[in-house]
């Protein structure tokens, strides 16, 4: 390396050392980490591993790893992130070391100042997951691989060595760095040259064997299934999106990649471009790629952006490879301009700084107490994980006697608990995670009609509200069933209105045991709310003999394709003290965050669905926008 280069090589470590170790004691554990934490505290390792490692869907190796590390250590945060700190500034020295043997100096500097200064790679350096670790490993392996490749007659058995340790500690890490490992040793037995081959299947089979005691453990954990249940159905909409993520969601950071893929393209011909090694790479990043797609799409879905990190480096080769050789002076250049558009992105576009130093956890408990505090008779509702709360509560003192929400609370019981603390105080906190059912704040203003203050974190959102008018209420369209003429309605039978009984006004409208579905609502998305916010939609129906099986229905589409389809069901709510006897208020929200709004030609469909054929009334059909949280999954999410 050139002195130069090397002082340019220098600074691209200073960066990455600056951005992942910036106050570094001070971030919080993320959920997971909290996740893995906890299934820690085991006295023996056979506890360990049957209630903290087969209950998981990881493999073993990162959680034996925290579990001795905390014995010997603690469970300070930063003491717990500090090993993946370092397997992130390795990461970026791996895959600079990689690139120089692969391409030149200029690629492996340009590769080095994307993994120092993406949100990708830094937020993944300071989470106590196995996610840098197992980028680490891998880089570490292929570094070993191409040693044994090019140059197998320096010093061989040492790096055979460190391929084998590398790769199993790889399989151990995690299941798609597992999976990368065996397609790159795999693609060793093509390139490995043929005096070398007998050597290189037996460092290949003792890899195997040291991966055998992970068997039982892997055959327990195909046994709870997949991610779906909290990762969704797959949507391809998410390749789109990994690729807008990787680069920060920033038009200045897409500027700058097309910058450089022309700036390779017009020196190519001086370049150390290589179809066979390019090809390599694609598999590389590829194949992974396919074979996580192909089991999300017919088994479960494991795909986040997460589990593509360990093949994220090839993605930068073949963007950046056939760039040439350049000098010192150019090379600087290119990274100042890389670090320079990346880190602005980072702090002031992602606000990586702001959002991940703060824990929505500790916030809603903060918050709380700030409540009860500052406005007295106050009643309060959290729905957090409830032992990751404890463990804030044992580390803060709090005067808030706070009541959290347990897995068995339904709408029917917090209703009551609304009804019954209605009664007694004049304010209401509530703090939640991304995770609370959207209809919780419905049914909260049912009973605190104002909204006083909302303060939005990453995966979490608190309020405070208090009785009174609401001033701020966004009703987007209310029908009492007064007139036909309603733009938005279709099918509305004017048959069926009914002046015998009403809530407000003097109609109501009559569901027959002839009818499967109600009139509806039809409007494009993009004119009533914003990708962030939440759609509310409320009707009062009559209950005759037995709350019917009847469903409030939300669905979005595109053309004739489903996007979302959610509702909520009748007999989820009971009598919430209506003025008028019999009357019950039904709820049913949807939280835009969670649906892919990418498209801007979606339609909205909201109406009410009677399988059951139950004959039953209803009135004051409404529908309302709420602001949401627009920093709810800032981690992953455009903010």
Not at 64 to 73: E, G, N, R, T
Not at 123 to 136: D, E, M, N
Not at 506 to 535: C, G, N, Q, V
Request: net charge neutral.
């Amino acid at each position: 390396m050139k002195s130069g280069n090397k002082v340019i090589f220098i600074l691209i470590m200073i960066v990455a050392c600056a951005l992942r170790f910036y106050d570094f004691v001070d971030i919080p554990y993320t959920h997971d980490e909290f996740s893995a934490l906890f299934r820690t505290r085991f006295n023996t390792f056979a506890d360990l591993i049957d209630k903290g490692v087969k209950v998981d869907t990881l493999p073993a190796g990162i959680q034996v790893f925290l579990f001795y590390w905390i014995k010997i250590f603690g469970e300070a945060e930063w003491i717990v992130k500090l090993p993946f700190l370092l397997f992130g500034l390795g990461a970026v020295y791996f895959a600079y070391s990689l690139a120089k043997k692969w391409y030149n100096e200029t690629v492996a500097l340009i590769a080095a100042a994307f993994l120092a200064s993406l949100q990708y790679t830094v937020f993944y350096s300071q989470v106590a997951r196995p996610y840098i670790s197992g980028l680490f490993f891998s880089l570490l392996m292929v570094n070993a691989l191409t040693n044994l490749i090019k140059t197998p007659e320096k010093r061989y058995y040492l790096n055979s060595l460190v391929f084998i340790l590398a790769a199993a500690a790889c399989a151990y890490n995690h299941h798609f760095s597992l999976l990368f490992a065996a397609i790159a040793g795999f693609s060793g037995l093509f390139m490995i040259r043929k005096e070398f081959l007998v050597k290189y299947l037996a460092g290949c089979l003792i890899i195997v064997v040291l991966y055998l005691p992970h068997i039982n453990i892997i055959l327990a954990q195909l046994q709870m299934g997949g991610n779906e249940n909290w990762l969704g159905t797959f949507k391809w909409s998410f390749l789109y999106n990994y690729i807008r993520y990787i680069f920060q969601f920033s038009t200045v950071s897409f500027m700058m990649v097309a910058f450089l893929i022309v700036f390779g393209i017009i020196g190519y011909k001086k370049s150390d471009f290589n179809t066979r090694t390019a090809l390599l790479f694609l598999c590389w990043f590829i194949l992974p790629l396919l074979v996580g797609v192909l089991y999300s799409v017919f088994v479960n879905n494991v795909m986040q952006y997460s589990v593509l990190i360990f093949s994220f480096p090839y993605l930068l080769f073949l963007m950046f490879g056939h760039i040439p050789k350049q000098k010192t002076i150019i090379n600087l250049l290119l990274v100042f301009l890389i670090l320079c558009v990346n880190v602005s992105a980072l702090v002031f576009e992602r606000k990586h700084y702001s959002s991940l130093y703060e824990s929505a956890y500790l916030h809603i408990l903060q918050d709380g107490e700030d409540a009860v505090n500052n406005f007295k008779n106050v009643a309060t509702l959290i729905d957090t994980d409830k032992e990751i709360s404890d463990y804030y509560l044992q580390k803060v003192s709090y005067s808030a006697d706070f009541t959290f929400v347990d897995t068995a609370f339904t709408r029917k019981h917090l209703v009551a608990f609304l009804d019954e603390q209605s009664r007694k105080t004049r304010y209401f906190y509530f703090g939640c995670l991304s995770t609370n059912d959207p209809v919780s704040v419905a049914l909260i203003r049912d009973y605190y009609p104002k909204l006083i203050a909302q303060k939005n974190y990453f995966g979490g959102t608190t309020f405070l509200f208090s009785k009174g008018e609401d001033t701020a209420e966004n009703i987007i369209e209310g029908y009492g069933f007064e007139t036909d003429e309603k733009k938005f309605w279709s099918s509305v039978d004017t048959s069926r209105f009914v002046d015998s009984i009403s809530y407000t006004g003097k109609h109501a409208y009559l569901i027959d045991s002839t009818d499967e579905w109600s009139l509806t609502y039809m409007r494009p998305l993009k004119d009533i709310a914003d990708e962030k916010d939440f759609i509310d939609v409320s009707v009062e129906t009559l209950k005759e003999d037995v709350l019917n099986t009847a469903l409030l229905v939300s669905c979005i589409q595109d053309g004739d394709s489903v996007v979302n389809w959610s509702s909520s069901v009748f007999s989820d709510f009971k009598d919430n003290n209506c003025t008028k006897p019999h009357w019950i208020k039904i709820h049913h929200s949807i939280m835009l965050s969670d649906v892919p709004v990418e498209k801007r030609n979606l339609v909205i469909k909201i109406y009410i669905w009677n399988p059951g054929k139950n004959r039953f009334v209803i009135d004051n059909f409404i529908i309302s926008r709420r602001a949401g949280n627009p920093v709810i999954y800032s981690w992953y999410q455009k903010i």
